[in-house]
């Protein structure tokens, strides 16, 4: 079971904009803390931004804080992801994730502790990804 499935990706040319979106298959994995992470070839995987459980707070890469953002819609178990003047770097596989990876980039490093204490907390959950490439 896909868990969480992400859409919007494809080719565009930079300076354009685009839409990413994530649906979760069930309120369970979508009532909690989610993110978007993005991996570019030859690249770890790396952090563009989260959004807490109830939409009140988000976080940004400093480095693209100035063009994306992030929202969610929990009536639909839907994240969204707007990203614009995309710039040929930003070519990479963008991942969708609830929980865990998600909280501790919104909460810090102090969260691992709550999840090693409440096994709920721990649970991880990421979707296969959508591929963005951007070039001219």
């Known amino acids: 079971q896909e868990h969480l499935v992400e859409s919007g990706g494809g080719s565009v040319q930079p300076g354009e904009s685009l839409k990413l979106s994530c649906t979760a298959s069930?309120?369970?994995?979508?009532?909690?803390?989610m993110g978007w992470f993005r991996q570019s070839p030859g690249k770890e995987r790396e952090f563009v931004a989260v959004i807490a459980a109830d939409g009140s707070r988000s976080k940004y890469a400093a480095l693209l804080e100035n063009r994306v953002t992030i929202s969610r819609d929990n009536t639909k178990n839907t994240m969204t992801l707007q990203i614009k003047n995309l710039e040929p770097g930003d070519t990479a596989v963008y991942s969708c994730?609830?929980?865990?990876?998600?909280?501790?980039?919104?909460?810090?490093?102090?969260?691992?502790?709550?999840?090693?204490?409440?096994?709920?907390?721990?649970?991880?959950?990421w979707g296969k990804g959508t591929l963005v490439t951007v070039s001219s």
């Open positions: 069930s309120r369970t994995i979508a009532d909690r803390v």
């Open positions: 994730n609830a929980g865990l990876r998600s909280a501790t980039e919104l909460f810090g490093p102090a969260f691992q502790s709550i999840a090693q204490q409440d096994s709920s907390y721990a649970l991880d959950y």
